[in-house]
């Protein structure tokens, strides 16, 4: 059964012609590695693997970065979901400190490609804030400032008199140059074009529908009978994993985002900087290159195949109602594309990366958990030295039976 995993018309693929369309596969062909999934993640690794010269496949069932891809906020922040001392119930503290240092790290990289490539994806640099509006929450938010202090994260802790925001704040983490932002349509397309001129063959509209593992190697057979030989298979298709293992990853939440028209001024958001609050379920807020809000939160459990319409309706009003409490400067805030999709969280709020512990040839690149994105990013990177033959230390946090009994 294929599930639906994004509903509603999502802002980036409205807003964005397309920049290119690449072939469906129409022979059958070999490579070293076979890349399942066209969404940020396979493009991250197409770019990672062509860039180390490795001979690589991709292959997407739909149309390139139009599954989560559309519809994620792309908040890139180094932090996780929950804070250090939450975590902790499921993972000893130097390893979310660890995922933070990875964080900054992936977050560099963005930066890096960017300088090297060009800025066509709106990407820009931002301070990021994590607040809370409640009295009983100020020592939570404090003591996260403080662990963060003690481990060298630059960070301020703002109180309800130094609060520069427009919106009721009784404390929050200012980090400086903590996250990032940018046009997740754009950036999925920038990094195939960069990776196909490197040799990355990209076929759109090509569906995995079988794996058969060889002796020495793999084959994928495609929706019209054409097969890719390669070495191993990377998946990289966001929720949707059933083809290739019954292993259950992460629990399902559906969030919602609504994006509004362009507005005329950011009043009461100084540096328009990247906002979470501290509340479950939370809330996050960011803006674009166009000058419009993005919204997003208000997450109610993920039911497989059912889509509540109403309950949809419900929460995109209540996001830009929030949206026009918190900034009652702006006043032109309406609400223009409204969208949700499945979001998965994990214990520990880390995604997976690596080999499956029964299979050599079957390995997994999944942005679950608090930042996806930038997961990926780490994945491209650690994954395409495992192939060539280093292991990183830093895999074993995301290693895939990191849960099991
Ligand atoms: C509303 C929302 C907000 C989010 N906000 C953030 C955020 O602020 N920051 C962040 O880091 N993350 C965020 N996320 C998570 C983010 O969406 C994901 O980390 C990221 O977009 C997932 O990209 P992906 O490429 O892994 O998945 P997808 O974009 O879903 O790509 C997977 C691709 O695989 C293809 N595919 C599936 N099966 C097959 C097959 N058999 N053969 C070939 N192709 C196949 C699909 O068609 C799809 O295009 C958010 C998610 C949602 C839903």
Sequence with gaps: MSLQYVQGASLFTHINEVPKQYAYLTQNISTDVIIIGGGVTGSILGYYFSRQNIDCVLLEKSRIAFGSTSITTTLLQYELDSSLRDLEQYTPLENSLKAYKLGLKALDEIDAFINEQGNNCDYEKKDTLLYTSKKEEIA??????????????????????????SFDLKAGLYAMDGGAQLDPYKYTHQLLDVSSQKGLQVFENTEVVKVNYLDHGVEVETTYGYKVKGKIIIVATGYNTQLFTKRNFGVKTTTFNIATKPVTSFGGWPGRVLIRDNSSTYHYFRTTADNRILAGGEDIS?????????????????????????????????????????????????????KDPKNDKLWYCLGYGANGILFAILGGMMLSKLYLGTFDENLKLFKLDRFDG
């Design 140 to 165: 939570e938010v404090e003591e996260e400032y403080n662990l963060r202090k003690t481990h060298g994260f630059s960070a301020e802790f703002l109180t309800a008199s130094s609060n520069p925001f």
């Design 302 to 354: 993920f039911v497989p195949g059912i889509f509540n319409e109403d309950a949809a309706l419900e929460k995109y009003e209540l996001l830009e109602a929030r949206i026009k409490t918190m900034f009652p400067l702006i006043k032109d805030i309406e609400a223009e594309y409204k969208y949700c999709g499945a979001f998965a969280s994990t214990q520990d709020n880390l995604g997976f990366l690596g």
